[in-house]
């Protein structure tokens, strides 16, 4: 089936430890966008890219890397630097740069 | 001022009522706009696009106000089902061929029996 893909669903780190949390989508989508989104909030951009090997910077990207090597993948790092990493964090991606996102199903990060 | 600015309610009405969100967004070069849908402690989740003549989809209608920018979004005779947290989406762009995604804080509905 096509769709993206979060992964781990739940996510535990100890202060000060980098972590990696995945996207992969198999919907041939150029376009790749990371948030953030805190109890009670809405969502706020961390990262976007729109083609291979080329991202911009969100509202949020104090504490956070991505990279996108391929198409299909967009990793974000949540570096130690980040204060407040305790979040879902939500994935998505579109096909054209008019068009709807679809979501992944997140990965909630707590730090222990 | 918000790029993307909701009101977060929340709204609590009664089944069968009919209720209007509205979503303001700060960029006029803004190209493309919609509604999702967020249940709890889940993603978002697509309701419908917003186009300039206005669209209708079932007991759902959307307005694009591009003078005033602001979007709408009409749900009439609520049901149960339909609680949830609304989100208006704003596609802008960011110099040259980029574009974001900006979302509104979200508005909370509750339908009450």
């Known amino acids: 089936d096509g769709g993206i893909t979060q992964s781990p669903k739940y996510l535990f780190r100890k202060e000060g430890q980098n972590v990696t949390l995945s996207c992969e989508q198999n919907?041939?989508?150029?376009?790749m966008y990371w948030y953030r989104q805190d109890p009670g909030q809405g969502l706020r951009l961390i990262y976007y890219?729109?083609?291979?090997?080329?991202?911009q910077k969100g509202d949020i990207a104090e504490g956070y890397s991505v990279s996108r090597e391929k198409k299909e993948s967009f990793p974000l790092t949540v570096t130690s630097a980040q204060k407040n990493p305790t979040a879902f964090y939500l994935c998505?991606?579109?096909?054209?740069?008019?068009?709807?996102?679809?979501f992944g199903q997140g990965t909630r990060l707590t730090v222990v | 001022r918000k790029e993307v600015e909701q009101d977060p309610g929340p709204f609590n009405v009664p089944e069968g009522a009919t209720v209007a969100f509205n979503c303001t967004y700060s960029n006029s070069a803004s190209q493309s706009f919609f509604w999702y849908r967020q249940d709890c402690r889940k993603e978002p989740k697509l309701l419908m696009s917003v186009y300039s003549s206005g669209n209708e989809d079932g007991r759902f209608t959307a307005q694009l106000n591009r003078a005033s920018q602001y979007i709408s979004l009409l749900i009439r005779d609520s049901k149960l089902s339909d609680s949830a947290t609304y989100l208006c989406?704003?596609?802008?762009?960011?110099?040259?061929?980029?574009?974001?995604?900006?979302f509104g804080t979200g508005t909370l509905l509750a339908v009450q029996p």
């Open positions: 890219s729109q083609i291979v090997n080329d991202f």
């Open positions: 919907l041939n989508h150029d376009a």
């Open positions: 989406v704003v596609n802008m762009p960011n110099g040259g061929a980029t574009n974001k995604l900006i």
């Open positions: 998505a991606s579109r096909d054209r740069v008019v068009t709807e996102a679809f």
